[in-house]
């Protein structure tokens, strides 16, 4: 969410904001948040005159009365009356106005940064480096729920009779293979640094309005029926949340934690022939990072992110690329975004595996964060980064780790977390 100031004095420069982001429906919101904000400034403005004349008369009334000057303090009081009735109206006037100003501000998106690639959609994101060679062997690479299964790794059938489709059941090796890789994952981060944190799995309305937007929050998350409460998207929910109406000493910073959490996500629409098996579910794992951080360091923290999610990926043998999401691609918090891609041997293409997002201080803004410094409080920056999320990932590390023999190899890293096993033989 923007500084209502700076959408006060820089309208032309939020206007071609949204038209750099293909958003141009939202333009009229611009004029019509200025003109609100104008009428709550000015209702403002009236009421704090009618709260020092009525400071001023209700002097008057006591002087008065002493005096004995009844019918003047009568006069007096009809006055006070009738501005305490106005200001009343002032008040209510106020509260709506602000209450309105406040959902057009949570509507229009934030101020992209002038590096981020003008483009409508994912398909105009741009590459930006290749780690890893891609490698496609000269034998078969079955689909991933195929592989699973040759290893009686995955029920798929049990999953859909007990839950519906978009879950399953990850059983044997698979599942061994699973929960490892999120172990890996976890010291991995420790290593480098971060905070091990198991966060709450559901959170509250305040915090889902301050992470995301209203547009993400309909398509991703599952409301609890009779309660304030929503399973999360993504640990980023919870852990953002955790700073919700703080203020951090500056000393403090950078926070830079990483979580483990399972995620559930309603993934609204169709989906493609590629998406099938445990691409696009409704509940997976995942370990992710945060980071809130003075904003002049946001930029080097950003690079560090996405960083990790290269390294770690690398330390697992599987070739990825990052790309650079176009303006459209953004969602409406984010400042700037990189995606991890993995490549797909049987697909012979990258897809995503991780995504990593400055979010400038807009969630800070939203969630009341504020930083103590030398010179006054001021709001942080929050940026957020997949490390690994399986099943998604296993995808990636079935197919680049499968040999020919349908056997599937154990880099060396993740080997410990498999009680030494360096082979997965098949069952069938």
């Not at 951090?248 to 990483?258: A, G, I, M, R, V």
């Not at 022939?273 to 579910?281: A, M, S």
């Not at 201080?361 to 504020?370: G, S």
């Amino acid at each position: 969410m923007l500084d209502l100031r700076f959408v006060r004095e820089n309208p032309e420069i939020v206007k071609q904001n949204i038209r750099n982001k293909f958003q141009d429906a939202k333009l009229p919101l611009v004029d019509e948040v200025i003109e609100l904000d104008q009428q709550n400034r000015a209702a403002k403005q009236e009421a704090d005159q009618l709260r020092a004349s009525r400071n001023k008369l209700s002097k008057q009334i006591g002087a008065l009365m002493g005096q004995k000057k009844f019918d003047e303090a009568n006069a007096v009081k009809a006055q006070v009356n009738a501005e305490s009735a106005r200001l009343a109206e002032l008040e209510q006037l106020e509260n709506d106005l602000s209450a309105r100003i406040t959902k057009i501000m949570m509507i229009i998106p934030n101020i992209i940064d002038p590096s981020v690639p003008i483009g409508k959609d994912d398909s105009e994101n741009v590459e930006v480096k290749r780690y890893g060679e891609p490698v496609v062997p000269d034998y078969e690479i079955p689909y991933h729920t195929d592989i699973m299964e040759s290893f009686n790794g995955i029920d798929l059938d049990s999953a859909h009779r007990v839950a519906g489709n978009g879950f399953y059941y990850l059983m044997g090796d698979i599942a061994r293979l699973h929960s490892s890789v999120i172990s890996y994952a976890r010291d991995f981060m420790i290593n480098r640094g971060f905070t091990y944190c198991v966060p709450p799995f559901m959170i509250r309305s305040a915090v889902v309005n301050g992470v995301m937007s209203f547009a993400e929050m309909d398509a991703m998350m599952y409301k609890i029926e009779g309660e304030d409460l929503y399973l999360i998207g993504t640990s980023e929910h919870s852990m953002i949340g955790k700073f919700i109406d703080q203020i951090l000493n500056e000393d403090q910073l950078p926070q830079t934690l990483t979580s483990y959490s399972p995620c559930f996500r309603k993934e609204k629409g169709a989906h493609g022939l590629e998406e099938r098996g445990v691409y696009r579910i409704h509940q997976f794992e995942k370990q992710e990072m945060i980071v809130v951080c003075k904003p002049e360091e946001s930029p080097m923290w950003f690079d560090k992110l996405w960083q990790n999610t290269v390294d770690l990926f690398r330390s697992l043998d599987i070739p990825v690329r990052t790309l650079e999401c176009c303006s459209g691609d953004l969602a409406d918090l984010k400042v700037k975004s990189v995606d991890v891609e993995a490549w797909s041997p049987r697909q012979q293409k990258y897809f995503e595996v991780g995504s990593c997002s400055n979010l400038g201080d807009a969630q800070a803004r939203r969630l009341r964060i504020r930083v103590r410094g030398e010179k006054g409080n001021y709001l942080p920056h929050t940026l957020n980064n997949t490390v690994v999320a399986p099943p998604r990932m296993l995808i990636a590390f079935l197919e680049n780790n499968l040999q020919a023999d349908g056997t599937v190899r154990i880099p060396e890293v993740l080997q410990p977390y498999m009680g030494g096993t360096k082979v997965l033989r098949p069952a069938k």
